[in-house]
Every structure is written in C-alpha cells, then in structure tokens.
C-alpha cells in the first residue's frame, strides 16, 4: 500500500513539474538542434532541408547565419529561402560580418536558422555568444533550427580533446542541449566523411589533406561519433523515464539494459557486486547498487562491511543508493519500476531442509512473484557452511529482546484485567481487550517475532483462562473454536499492520526531516553575504543537522596551505590530521576515519566538489559514534558540493568585481598614457628643429655641435618612445584602423630602410626576395613601421659589423607570404622565447619591451601574425601576411 502511495506521490510530482515547465515555456519558441559528431557531416545541409520542407508548408521561414563553406549543394539550398543582411562591425580594424539579433527581433519571423551554435562574437554585440542569442530569440517566441557538433558540448569538450589532441575553443552549455525541443542527430559513417573531406566538400584542398592526417582520423571519428550516439541515447533515456513516471505506467520496457544489485552488510555482497559489474560489462549497461535500510540496528562490524561493500561498488562504476524501507523486496521491485530496470541480481538463500517447509516466504520468492518482466539472477554464495536459522532467530531475539518483554508484559497486564472483569462481563470482553492489546503493541515493537507471539499468547491465554471449560485447551462450542481462531488469525494481522504502518510513518518523518534539513541549510547558504559567512552559515547548520562537530579547511594562507573554519566547538588538528586534509585536498578522496585510508585519523575528511574543482574539505568529529552510516555520508557529501558550488559562485563574484577593477584601472592608465604623450610631441618636435639648426651652423664651435648632435639623437630616441606609446595606447584601446591596400613589400622595405639609415649605419642590411613576389593586402605605413622596428631591434642587439639579412617567400600550402629579418647577434635565450613579444619585456638594461609588442600588433590587425624561426646562430623574426589569389590582385 505503502509503495502505491509513494509511487502516486513520485507521479503527482513529475505531472506538476511537467505542468510548470510547459507554463515557463508558454509563449516561447521551440528549439531544434542538428546535432554531429563533427564538422561535414551535412548538418546545415539537413537544416536547410527541414526549413525548406516548412516552408512549403506555408511556415514564415528566414535564414539568420547559414555557413557554406563554399559547397555548392549547400550554397543552392541557401538560394531558396530569404536571407537576413548580415551586420557589419569593425573589430581591430578589420570588417566581420555577424548575425543581426536587431533586426531578426524586428522582423520576428515564425522560424529563423542559426547555423555553429557555439559560435563566438565579435566584441561589442550584445551577446558574447551566439547560443545567447538564440535564447533571447526563443524568448521572443521565435522558432528557432540550430546545428551543433558534439565537441562544442561543454561538459564534453576535455573528452573531445583526450581524443583527438585538438583544443575545443567555443563551447555551450549542457543545459541548451537539455532544453532543446527536437535533436535531430546527422550521421554518417566515418569513411564517408574522409570522403567528403579528400573530394574537397569540407574544407580546401590544403586544408584537408592536414585535417585527414590529424583532427579527421578514422580512429577519432570512430570515437567522435560513439560519444554523439552515446549522448543521443542518454537523452531518450530521460525522457523515456519522464514519460513513464507521468504515465504510471510499471511495466518494463526493454529498451536498454540495466542492472540492479542488492547490497547489504552481508560479506556475500562484495561477490554480488563484482559479479554485477562483469554482467554489466559484457551487456554494456548501466547498473545500480541498492542499499535498504530497514531501520533494523546495525553492528559496528554489520555497518562497517555494509560502507565497504558500497565504495567497491561506487569504485566499479555503479550507481550507488541507499533508500528507507522495511520490506526489502517490495523496495527493490519498486526501485526496479521506477528506474527501468530489466535484471535484478540477489543471492542465494542458504537454509537448511527443515527450515525451507516452515519458512516464510523468502526474498528470491518475492521477487520472482512481484517482478512481472523482470529478469532475477540468483547468485550462489562462495562454499561454506549453512546458514543457521536457529542463530539468527536467536541472534534476532537478542537484539529485539525489549520487544519480547514488553510483548509478555502487556499480555499479563490484559490477562489481570480480563480476570478482574470477566465474572461481570462474559469472555467475550477479554477477547476484545486481548485484540486491543495486541493492536496497541503494533505501535511500539518492530519485531515480527514479538507481535507471533504476542498474538499467539493472546489467543492460549483467553482460550485457557476464559472459554468454557476453563483451564483447559478444550474447546466444545464450534463457534468458539472458530471465534479463537479469527481472534488469533486478526490480533497478528491488525497488529502485524500496524507495526508496518508505524516504520512507515517513522521513515517518512525521517524522509521529511532530512529534506527539511537541506531546505534550511540550501535557504541559509543562500542569504549568505560573503565567503565567512557563508562557511560559517553552513558549517553551523551541518553542526546542528548531523550532531558532530564540523570544520572546513579552504586553500589560503594557514597551516600546509589551509584555512582553518570551525563550528560546534573547536575542532583540534595536530599533523597528521593536517597531512590527512591535505591528502584529501589533492586527491579529491575521502579520507581519514571511518575509511580505509589513512583510517588512523580522528577525523573524518571529505572533499568539496562542485564538478571538477575541488574547493575544500569538509572536516567531521564524530565523537562517540562508531560508525557514520552511508546514509549521513550521502547527506554530508550532498551538503558539502552545495556549499562548494556556492564557494564557487563567491569566487567568481569576486574574480568579477576585480576584473571590472582592473578594466577600469586599464582604462584610465590608457588615457593618462595617451594625454601625456601626445603633450611630449609639441616640445620634443621644437627641440629637435633647434637642434638640427644649431648642429649644422658655422656660428657654433665644434664641440657645441657635437654636443647639438647628442641632443639631437636623443631627442629622436625619446620621440620613437613616445610614438611607441602611442601606438600601444591605439592598440589596446581599438581605435587603431588600418587601411588595407595593395602593397609591394619592396617599396615598403625602402621605406623602412630610408627610416633607419643613421641607426643602421655600423651594419650592413641585404634584401633577397624571389622574382615572383606577390604583392599584399596591408597598411603601408602600419608594415613599415613593423620593419623600423626590427632593424632597430637587430640593430640595437647585435654588435657593430654583423650584417641583417631581409628573405621573402611564398608558402602556398598555408596560403601565405613571409619575410625573415635576420641578424646575427647573441640571440634570444631559451627561458624568453615564449613571452618576448609581451608589453615590458626586454632581454636588455634601459629598453622598455614595447617595440616587439608593437609589431605584434600591428601585424595582426592587419591579419597577419609574427613568430620567432629556429636558426642556428641569432635571432630571426618571420612576418607573415596571407597570400592572395591572383584573380583578385587589380592589374593597375
């Protein structure tokens, strides 16, 4: 009865929840995701298809961003429905083209294609993200089709790089995925994509030949697409689950399999486990282990094996639960229906001949009988002898011997009673007052064996002491048989009852309590104001929650690396218990008492997870406990991953506050920088004219225009100082705009030649470039600055008579063009390589590591990228800019 109600109770739940979602959706747009396991797999393909399929249907269809990739089937399928205008934005001084979420608002059409989800935008839009949009546009109640690869998936994109060793850039949240409406999954079989790659329908000709080598492998494709189809069926399996649970429906449906074993304090367990978990490895399943409480005391040896037996199945991969009941089969079948599980697991019972013809129905005997599609395993023990029955009714009694006695007492007590009133009422009154008795003990004895008894007392008693003839078992009226018959047959039914519906009542208010307990500690964490308080908060209401003493150890400045948090008294570490914390911190385990590492501790430590960051550890001082049950773990390491989530939620609040600290800090360095040095370029431009004035007139002795030439160069220096400021100032704050145009990097180079003719003066510069050497989309004065910069810095670094080499090429497998500056002085040590091209670094006394920087910049606003080359002796820096194909280049 109990678990028909608990089950309505579970479906009244999931309808309501069901309910509310689809109120929160009302108004809102429905998302469909083309979902593969990479790039060419013909998701936008299938996209187009789905729309141009509504469209016919009469569906307002609009695409917002569909990318060809060049591919003409796909390019002809974008031509048959309208396009939103792309809007333009600058961005480093170049022109990208985004997704219009404006106007796509304005014209709110019925449905709207977004292709790459996961898709990153530029700077200044409102969203950062392109999934971003998508939810404003399904909140506006637009319909939306999107395509997503399985690498973009968040909690999937480490995996994704496990395998193929490529890093995964941009990346959505699990959560888009799970409220999405239809995912459509497309899918084709490796060979085929390798293909589609080789015959030039996923990317151009170079670009495919490295792709086949490296990110496209058989292998990783093979791996890219388990992971898709896995993720598929993980999300039919929700929603097959959901729609049962609304449904009511119990039976099984055999749509995956899935195992369940029952785990109790016996030693056997650890055999069922490991014997589960091979099953499950040959079926590819999933399984749980199942854990009943009944409420029945536990030993310290009992409770001790039951945790053991539950860590080798959390170690082997199970799902692990520890669920209230006091019949054990009727829970393990309602867990069975509740899950979806096709085979349960059990052990055999071990029992003598004599004891199977009196026994009660066993375990295997329930779950056979109640398991409808259910397969049961039954699982030999390991050889051994019997099991004694008489032992563990005895071993029984001894544990519930206050039920006994209290079973006896209260059978003498209505036996006085009877005799008292039997001589005015008749026997029929201490019948009832038996069957009152027998009911009211219902209410105070858990032991089946106790209420036998009781019942069976009952029934002697009144048959000896009160129907005729008294004082002997002879019954001669047949109704009185009959009568004490019923009387002992109802007496242990109603009282048999009633004991089940008191542990019923006792395990809901237990239920109740623990999930008021995290309500009020959830609540309490919540309204905490910072990171003190919020450990204080919850350490306290763990405190009081679990009746032990708790500490949190955070990373800080305090003893081996923590931060010592108390709460319900002081909680003592000496060495070992920090060593054991800190053994936690690092191995994300628990430890210390009762566990089997480092068990020697007086503490029990558990980590604080909140997904893969680990933000703490959870210290517990049971004093006087023997043992924490799995239950108290579960709950401990429930509360622990909510206090660390909200640990890290108070990080990342203050890593916010900080940023928007050092934004607005950069900021006003960038201004204060600019002012100034644009109020350096009026009186260092009149001390210069002077100077060149004063060091060529006739009217000044020799040394006065040695001393004017001085002034005069470092003037100059101090004027490219200030030009370099400049330029960083630019940089960083975005104004700076290039204007791109054809470009003949020769003249450029005899423009930067011409700049630093007096600084190169003691070093010879020669120019080597090929016949054929095309000409560039580049800012002239942006790449002639770049090459002023590194002759200066060749000139600067290298001593006086080395020469600096200028080559050109064409790599046409990458599709660019490049230009070494080389020189052949001491070279860049091995420790700077990495960072030499950071703001303020220098490998020199008195330079300000801008020049580099620079030249960094200025190459990539223009497209083009800056890169130390490996040579044997000096320093080489290779420009490179991207090549472009002759049909463009105009003929003027």
Not at 285 to 293: E, G, H, K, R
Not at 475 to 487: G, K, P, Q, S, Y
Request: glycine residues 8%; negative net charge; aromatic residues 6%.
């Amino acid at each position: 009865m109990f678990s028909e109600v608990h089950s309505d109770s579970q479906r009244a739940d999931r309808i309501l929840a069901s309910i509310r979602r689809e109120e929160s959706r009302s108004g809102r747009g429905l998302l469909k995701i083309f979902f593969g396991m990479a790039p060419g797999v013909g998701k936008t393909y299938a996209m187009l298809e789905a729309a141009i399929q509504a469209a016919d249907k009469g569906v307002e269809v609009i695409i917002g961003v569909a990318e060809s990739h060049g591919r003409e089937d796909t390019m002809r399928l974008i031509g048959r429905l309208p396009r939103l205008p792309m809007k333009k934005t600058v961005y480093r001084g170049v022109e990208m083209e985004e997704f219009d979420l404006e106007e796509a608002l304005r014209l709110k059409p019925r449905l709207i294609l977004i292709d790459e989800l996961a898709h990153t935008n530029v700077p200044g839009l409102r969203h950062k993200k392109r999934y971003q949009d998508v939810e404003e546009l399904l909140a506006a109640g637009i319909d939306v089709y999107t395509t997503l690869n399985v690498q973009h998936l968040e909690s999937r994109a480490d995996t994704v790089h496990d395998i193929t060793a490529a890093p995964v850039q941009e990346t959505v949240p699990d959560s888009v995925l799970a409220e999405a409406d239809c995912i459509q999954l497309v899918d084709i079989a490796p060979d085929q994509l390798r293909a589609r790659l080789r015959e030039g329908k996923v990317y151009g000709a170079p670009q495919a030949s490295a792709a086949l080598d490296n990110f496209f492998k058989e292998s990783n494709l093979m791996a890219l697409r388990e992971l898709a189809l896995r993720i598929m069926a993980e999300k039919v399996d929700h929603e097959l689950t959901e729609v049962r649970t609304i449904s009511g429906d119990h039976s099984i449906w055999r749509s995956g399999e899935r195992l369940m074993v029952a785990v109790g304090p016996s030693p056997f367990s650890a055999r069922l486990v490991r014997w589960t978990r091979r099953m499950a490895y040959a079926l590819n399943a999933p399984w749980i282990a199942l854990s009943v409480d009944t409420g029945a005391p536990l030993s310290p040896e009992q409770q001790q094996r039951l945790d053991a037996n539950l860590e080798l199945a959390r170690r082997l991969g199970a799902e692990v639960i520890v669920m209230p009941g006091s019949d054990l089969a009727e829970t393990l079948l309602r867990m069975a229906f509740l899950r979806n599980v096709s085979q349960i697991v059990v052990g055999k019972p071990q029992e003598t001949y004599l004891w199977g013809l009196v026994r009660p129905m066993s375990l295997v005997d329930k779950l056979v009988k109640g398991s409808d599609q259910i397969d049961i395993y039954v699982v030999p023990a390991a050889p051994g002898p019997g099991r004694n029955r008489w032992r563990s009714w005895h071993r029984e009694a001894g544990r519930c011997g206050r039920d006994y006695w209290l079973a006896a007492g209260v059978t003498a007590a209505v036996t006085g009673i009877g005799l008292l009133i039997a001589s005015f009422t008749g026997y029929f009154a201490p019948g009832f007052l038996y069957l009152a008795g027998v009911v009211g003990l219902g209410f105070f004895i858990r032991s089946r064996w106790a209420m036998l008894m009781a019942a069976a007392l009952s029934a002697l008693l009144w048959n000896l002491l009160f129907i005729p003839p008294v004082m002997t078992f002879k019954i001669e009226r047949l109704e009185d048989a009959l009568m004490c018959l019923f009387f002992f047959l109802v007496a242990l039914s109603t009282g048999r009852l009633t004991s089940r519906l008191r542990i019923r009542e006792q395990e809901e208010r237990e239920r109740e309590k623990k999930t008021n307990a995290l309500f009020l500690y959830s609540r309490a964490i919540a309204s905490a104001a910072d990171a003190p308080s919020l450990i204080s908060v919850a350490l306290g209401q763990m405190s009081q929650i679990m009746g032990v003493l708790m500490a949190a150890m955070t990373p800080g400045k305090g003893t081996r690396g923590l931060e010592l948090w108390e709460s319900g008294g002081a909680f003592p570490m000496d060495d070992k218990e920090w060593s054991v914390a800190a053994w936690c911190l690092e191995h994300r385990r628990p430890a210390g008492r009762f566990t089997d590492t480092l068990p020697v501790a007086e503490g029990f430590y558990l980590p604080m997870m909140s997904g893969e960051h680990c933000m703490g550890v959870l210290g517990v001082r049971a004093e006087g406990k023997d043992r924490l049950t799995a239950g108290q773990k579960d709950l401990l390491e429930s509360m622990g991953a909510q206090l660390a989530m909200a640990l890290e939620r108070e990080e990342l609040r203050a890593e916010r506050t900080r940023a928007r600290l050092m934004e607005e800090s950069e900021k006003l360095h960038r201004s204060l920088l600019d002012s100034v040095s644009h109020e350096f370029k009026t009186p260092l431009a009149v001390i210069e004219g002077g100077c060149e004035k004063l060091a060529v007139s006739t009217a000044s002795a020799p040394e006065e225009r040695e001393e004017y030439a001085e002034i005069l160069l470092a003037a100059r220096r101090l004027r490219r100082l200030v030009k370099n400021l400049l330029d960083v100032s630019r940089l960083e704050s975005g104004a700076l705009k290039p204007k791109l145009d054809w470009c003949d990097l020769g003249d450029v180079i005899e423009g930067a030649m011409a700049a630093t003719r007096e600084a190169r003066r003691d070093h010879s510069v020669s120019v080597a470039l090929p016949p054929d050497y095309p000409l560039v989309k580049a800012d002239f004065s942006l790449m002639e600055q770049v090459l002023v910069n590194l002759l200066l810095n060749a000139c600067v670094h290298t001593p006086g008579g080395t020469p600096v080499t200028l080559k050109g090429g064409i790599d046409s497998v990458r599709g660019q063009v490049w230009l070494d500056v080389h020189d052949l002085g001491p070279g860049i040590p091995a420790e700077q390589a990495e960072n030499v091209f950071e703001r303020f670094r220098t490998t020199r006394v008195g330079g300000l590591g801008l020049g580099l920087s620079i030249v960094r910049g200025f190459m990539e606003v223009q497209g083009g990228s800056v890169s130390l080359v490996p040579v044997s002796s000096g320093t080489c820096f290779r420009l490179t800019l991207p090549l472009v194909e002759h049909g463009e280049v105009p003929e003027e």
